[in-house]
């Protein structure tokens, strides 16, 4: 029989808000603005949704949004928080393309997601130049900026590089950018969603063949 207190890894949409309109998202559908409204999960709405000792009884807890962006919610730190105070032992990550909020907010993240169980995976296809170009509405001098605050408060920082044709020329020198900020992680990947996106013509596969 299921019970809810044997659960040990917890996958939270905290908002299905995001800044950015990146073209292969479920974002970019026709229906998804009809069907999906803006809406942010609460502490106070998380507290009635998992109890103490269901919170005590995860391995894991992250939040990354299939909709949106967990910068979006309003108690996203304080909902982490909750959870590291319930759970000392909790491992806790979250997802984010980086751009929004303030370098502040992102200071005081970082003061919660520090050591190597915790960490926030900055979601940056490129550099100054071609970022935008998947990332549409982000600003890649934000991203760094607010990325270097949360590293500079003893956050535990990762870089997700989605490879594409326009940008796979600069994977080494963002690697290069990542360890020289702080970043304790960098991965590069491609996108899976290439065939469900057939008409998003001006964002194409890489070419190199490490990428096949």
Known sequence: MFDVNNIKVLHMETSSVCNAECPMCPRAKPSFKKNVPNMSLSLEKVKTLFGD??????????MCGNYGDPAAANDTIEIFQHFKKINVN??????SNGGLRTK??????????????RSCVFSIDGLADTNHIYRVNTNFEKII??????IKAGG?????????????????SARKMAYALGF???QEK???????????????????EKYK
Not at 90 to 95: A, D, K, S, V, Y
Request: charged fraction near 25%.
């Open 53 to 62: 000792d269901m919170i005590r009884n995860l391995d894991y807890m992250f």
């Open 90 to 95: 909790i491992e806790l990550r979250m997802n």
């Open 104 to 117: 502040e907010w992102w200071f005081r993240l970082g003061e919660v997601l520090t050591g190597p169980q």
């Open 145 to 150: 900026e607010n990325a270097c605050n949360f």
């Open 156 to 172: 535990n920082a990762h870089w997700d590089f989605l490879v594409f044709e326009h940008n796979e020329h600069q994977v080494d």
């Open 184 to 186: 304790t992680h960098f």
């Open 190 to 208: 491609v996108s899976c969603r290439f065939d469900a996106w057939p008409n998003v013509k001006h964002i194409r596969p890489p070419k190199g």
